[in-house]
């Protein structure tokens, strides 16, 4: 069973681009959970979502970003029109449908780097 | 509103003596309690798992302990090997699911060889 897979691993783009950042969790995983990890501080959660479905996204930023977890393929995190602030690591995480909450499986990350 | 706190920032040790690592958070309303390894350029690997029932785990040189009432866990690293320098980060999962894990900021461990 492959793990959490992310891609792409490093990602630069210019200010002003739009950056799409694709996971695809383990599989007979139905949730997905973003994060965002900025030079020098801890993870910070960004978006949950189930298939379909964004469950809590409390620690979006209110623009810009987006995610989107479709019926099929992978999940998606969106940034349009890039600023420096967004180079960040940006992992993805998926745990499996469960009544209760789950261990976190995380995928290996995506570095994203803004000129 | 949970806060999970790590310390030391940075530590460095010389290899072979052992050590250990804290992590503090301030509610123990949690499910479980994970500490995470990351290393420059890669993602997060989880070390251990530790169940709010359960008091310690242990994997290889590797024990972890939660003690819930009063909000601490402690990784401890037996024989340190330089193989060891990286990140551990603690990170809580909450009892509500529709709640998110918090994570510490990290102890940025180097071992000396």
């Known amino acids: 069973n492959a793990g959490v897979m992310q891609n792409p691993r490093h990602l630069v783009r210019r200010r002003g681009q739009e950056a799409r950042l694709r996971c695809s969790p383990m599989k007979g995983h139905s949730h997905v959970y973003w994060y965002r990890q900025l030079p020098e501080e801890g993870l910070k959660f960004m978006v949950y979502?189930?298939?379909?479905?964004?469950?809590?996204e409390s620690g979006m930023p209110k623009e810009r970003f987006s995610a989107e977890f479709p019926k099929e393929g992978p999940s998606i995190l969106r940034i349009q029109q890039v600023v420096r602030g967004d180079s960040a690591a940006y992992f993805c995480?998926?745990?499996?449908?469960?009544?209760?909450?789950?261990?976190?499986?995380f995928g290996p990350g995506t570095r994203l780097t803004v000129l | 509103k949970q806060e999970v706190t790590q310390i030391p920032a940075a530590l460095s040790v010389p290899e072979g003596e052992n050590l250990v690592l804290n992590c503090s958070f301030t509610?123990?309303?949690?499910?479980?309690l994970q500490w995470f390894r990351q290393d420059p350029g890669k993602g997060l690997t989880s070390l251990l798992l530790i169940q709010s029932s359960q008091r310690e785990q242990t994997s290889g040189r590797l024990n972890a302990s939660l003690d819930k009432s009063s909000g601490r866990s402690t990784l401890y690293i037996a024989a340190s090997q330089p193989g060891d320098s990286a990140t551990y980060l603690c990170?809580?999962?909450?009892?509500?699911?529709?709640?998110?894990?918090?994570f510490g900021k990290g102890t940025r461990l180097h071992i000396l060889p």
């Open positions: 990170a809580v999962s909450p009892m509500n699911r529709d709640d998110k894990i918090i």
């Open positions: 995480a998926s745990s499996p449908p469960s009544l209760l909450t789950d261990t976190q499986y």
């Open positions: 979502l189930q298939k379909e479905n964004i469950i809590d």
């Open positions: 509610d123990s309303a949690i499910y479980n």
